[in-house]
């Protein structure tokens, strides 16, 4: 059914997280990985690498700065893959929900539709990474992640590398090393700061193909 058909009760808002999903109803079915394109009190659109059936009842768990939230939904409309490189669109209805999943699911809501990042709603998560200039010929540099998310990461590194610089990351992670690339967005001051400390810097994703998304939706989705 296409999404425009459905009637909705709630506004529905770009949140983008990881999820993890199982297949309850008709017949239970392994785990799965995807991200939500949005989200709202009612419901969720999710991009999953599989094509499920409408009326397929899930369960599914998201993750977002504010830990985990788990939750049962039937699929209502099943659409297209995403422009470009993407999963297959789902349209979930929460249902089952008790008191304290929807609090948890309205206090997600609120603190993220006043800040709506166009990459996604970070998740904490520190891990070794390596990242070096586009083009291969540069110094490759080991640090760490402070966040996550699906567009982009905040990267503490023991050199400043200016915006715009365009670097590949590889990003490790139990199911395989991630590779993208992307650009610095912006490095903290250095003004003031000790020598040898760790510099900040903002990256955002420009390249990083579906099955990479995936692995790293696993990797945030299993996030402490």
């Not at 166009?118 to 520190?126: A, N, T």
């Not at 050199?159 to 490095?187: D, F, H, N, Q, Y």
């Not at 400390?197 to 692995?215: A, D, K, M, V, Y």
């Amino acid at each position: 059914m296409p999404e425009f058909a459905v009637q909705r009760r709630f506004p529905r808002f770009p949140i983008k997280l990881p999820v993890l999903y199982k297949v309850l109803e008709p017949k239970a079915g392994k785990p799965g990985v995807g991200w939500t394109r949005d989200l709202s009190e009612g419901g969720a659109c999710l991009e999953l690498a599989d094509r499920l059936e409408a009326s397929t009842v899930l369960w599914v768990l998201l993750r977002s700065d504010l830990g985990g939230l788990e939750l049962t939904g039937r699929i209502v409309w099943v659409g297209g893959p995403a422009a470009g490189q993407g999963g297959v669109a789902h349209g979930l209805s929460f249902e089952r929900m008790g008191p304290n999943q929807q609090e948890a699911l309205r206090k997600l809501l609120m603190q993220h539709k006043v800040q709506l990042r166009q990459e996604g709603v970070r998740v904490p998560l520190e891990i070794s990474i390596k990242c070096q200039p586009k083009g291969g010929t540069g110094q490759i540099v080991e640090g760490r992640t402070g966040d996550i998310s699906r567009g982009g990461m905040l990267l503490h590194l023991p050199i400043a590398i200016p915006p715009p610089t365009a670097l590949k990351v590889w990003i490790p992670t139990p199911r395989g090393i991630v590779e993208a690339e992307g650009e610095i967005a912006w490095m903290e001051p250095l003004e003031g700061g000790a020598p040898g400390r760790i510099i900040r810097h903002g990256f955002r994703f420009t390249e990083i193909s579906w099955p990479n998304q995936l692995t790293l939706g696993l990797l945030l989705a299993g996030a402490p």
